[in-house]
């Protein structure tokens, strides 16, 4: 016998609601900027100012008219989360767009890039934009890094109405970490320590070669794990071995589980050596490393010569651990030009860019808790085949684990490589080499940036076309969130009632 569901008919009034309220938070995080461009005076404050009075007055606008008391079901959680990201990059793209010669599509593939952590740029000449503009552009980053809406949840306590739901279609996941009883609570704890681990490394950084502009620009990046620098060589343009140790430190905590930094601040340190995905995640990186030294001692680290191989042969391991974790993490910034380093490298580098941090992170990619599923299922694979009447749970730390991840990883998985293999096809579409095409959707689904090919560390992202720019903006979007958040609202039975 068949049953019928009832499904409520889908109002968009609340969804409207919290993208006003959205909207208005990233017009408001504008005036920072305006700040710094009246200090600099390198004239862009006006295109800034105008971009943020536009963003104010359109989010407020969208808020006042759809004012509520409803409390946001999960199907518009879901809607509300995906529409706010895309809606952050529409306004976001604007105070580059008045203020450079950028197209709006350039702008906003820079404001994606920006907000989902990316890193990947359309900027030809970094040092020769304005100062107001290159901190809205790295302020993108540290919004966007935690979440805009976890942000604004723990800044406006009138999104807690239905706030679980949006937290989870926002951070979605095989684990859930809820520190606190009351999700509003949670936002504010995970916010309260990424401001603080902000604020630390701006510290170490501006009392070493950088000013406080470059300091403060390049602690957004580190922390969310976004990539944009000030400069057009990046990290290597400070030469400081103490600058790319410090950035090292703070790119592997961006990448962790901000979950165990929590623990850790309240003098639990045991709980990094208990998890499992965190002491996985760590392992591959060290053999990561280990193997690309090894390759380099052998003689086949590069394939040229020239200033890359000058200073990897002065400092091989710093090198490799820095640039090896800029990718592990999806920071993407570069202190080598890793495109000269030998084949087996490239091979390291793109498998561990597609498993990327861990859940619970700033950073993009699959995420290790997934591939550690993945590996676990596999292996049980093996026993029900040899047992086929065993009982064989899946267990983490010898814990079984009492809700079934294996179907959120595995349609995860999926729709990564599915979405992999669409972005490569639409990139050689249009004549791109593979593994410019294929590296570079890596590099935008994982959020990492730089690529290979003609997307290097040491390129940009300018010589695509429009369509191109626009597939590989939707493949950021997709990764940031993880597929099924976006995914969901295409499915013919979201909308039915």
């Known amino acids: 016998m068949s049953k019928h569901y009832s499904i409520r008919p889908l109002s968009l009034i609340p969804v409207l609601n919290t993208i006003g309220v ?9 005036v920072i900027p305006l700040i710094v461009a009246w200090v600099f005076g390198d004239g862009d404050a006006d295109a800034i100012g105008k971009a943020a009075v536009i963003t104010i007055g359109v989010g407020g606008l969208l808020f006042l008219f759809t004012r509520h008391q409803h409390e946001l079901t999960n ?14 990059a529409v306004f976001g793209a604007l105070p580059m767009y008045f203020g450079t010669d950028l197209s709006y599509t350039d702008s906003f593939f820079e404001a994606m890039s920006g907000f989902t952590t990316t890193g990947a740029s359309i900027l030809t000449d970094i040092e020769a934009v304005p100062h107001g503009i290159l901190f809205w552009r790295s302020l993108t980053h540290w919004l966007g890094g935690m979440g805009i809406i976890v942000f604004t949840m723990t800044i406006l306590p009138l999104l807690g109405r239905g706030g679980s739901n949006l937290y989870a279609a926002e951070v979605p996941g095989p684990i859930s970490d809820k520190l606190t009883p009351r999700i509003s609570e949670t936002a504010k704890v995970l916010w309260g320590i990424y401001a603080l681990i902000t604020l630390i490394q701006f510290l170490l950084l501006w009392v070493g070669p950088m000013d406080w502009f470059d300091a403060l620009c390049h602690t957004f990046g580190t922390i969310a794990t976004g990539g944009f620098s000030t400069k057009n060589a990046s990290i290597s343009h400070y030469h400081s071995a103490y600058v790319e140790w410090v950035v090292i430190i703070f790119m592997i905590i961006g990448g962790s589980n901000f979950a165990l930094h929590y623990f850790g601040l309240h003098g639990k340190f045991w709980k990094y050596i208990k998890s499992r995905e965190f002491c996985f995640w760590m ?12 390759d380099y001692a052998l003689g086949n680290h590069y394939t040229q010569s020239g200033d890359a191989l000058e200073k990897f042969r002065q400092s091989p391991v710093r090198t490799t651990v820095f ?5 592990v993490t999806a920071t993407g910034f570069a202190s080598n030009d890793f495109e000269s380093w030998s084949q087996f490298s490239h091979f390291i580098l793109l498998g561990l860019m597609l498993m990327g941090g861990m859940a619970g992170s700033t950073a993009g ?10 590996l676990k299922l596999a292996f049980l694979e093996l026993k029900r085949m040899i047992h086929p009447r065993g009982y064989f749970p899946l267990k983490i730390k010898g814990t079984e684990m009492l809700t079934d991840p294996i179907p959120n990883t595995t349609a995860v998985a999926l729709f990564y490589f599915f979405t992999l293999c669409f972005v490569t096809m639409v990139i ?10 294929g590296s570079a959707a890596i590099a935008t689904i994982s959020t990492v940036g730089p690529g290979l090919g003609m997307v290097g ?3 940009n992202y300018a010589f695509f076309t429009a ?7 939707i493949g950021m979007l997709l990764g940031r969130l993880e597929f099924l958040t976006v995914l969901v609202i295409f499915h013919r039975y979201f909308w039915r009632f």
Do not use: H
């Not at 959205?22 to 504008?30: E, Q």
């Not at 640039?323 to 990718?327: A, I, K």
């Not at 050689?428 to 095409?437: H, K």
């Open 365 to 374: 990619g699959i995420k290790a808790i997934r591939i550690l599923y993945l």
């Open 22 to 30: 959205l909207i208005t938070v990233i017009g408001v995080c504008m």
């Open 323 to 327: 640039n090896l974790v800029s990718l």
């Open 428 to 437: 050689t579409f249009f004549g791109r080499d593979l593994v410019t095409a």
């Open 75 to 88: 199907r518009q959680g879901f809607v509300s989360v995906t529409i706010s990201w895309v809606a952050a």
């Open 283 to 294: 392992t591959l990186m060290v053999v990561g490393v280990a193997l690309i030294l090894f």
């Open 467 to 473: 369509i191109e720019k626009w597939v590989m903006s």
């Open 457 to 459: 560390p040491t390129d």
